[in-house]
């Protein structure tokens, strides 16, 4: 349980990183036609972000 939640966090927290600092999402939005999107990922995105850092967090400190 202690691994597979730490896999998740990191996996969440990688995937919402390239997607807030990198212009991944911005491409694929643009791409497929969905680029009115764009403006409100920072109000989801930040959120998971820190989210996916917590759990990452907990994880790591479960396990010791």
Request: charged share 10%; aromatic share 10%; with cysteine.
């Amino acid at each position: 349980m202690k691994t597979r939640l730490f896999k998740l966090g990191l996996i969440g927290t990688i995937l919402a990183a390239l997607c807030c600092f990198t212009p991944v999402l911005v491409i694929l939005l643009g791409a497929i036609g969905l680029a009115a999107f764009i403006g409100w990922q920072d109000i989801i995105l930040l959120p998971v972000l820190i989210i996916f850092v917590a759990i990452t967090g907990y994880a790591v400190i479960v396990k010791k």
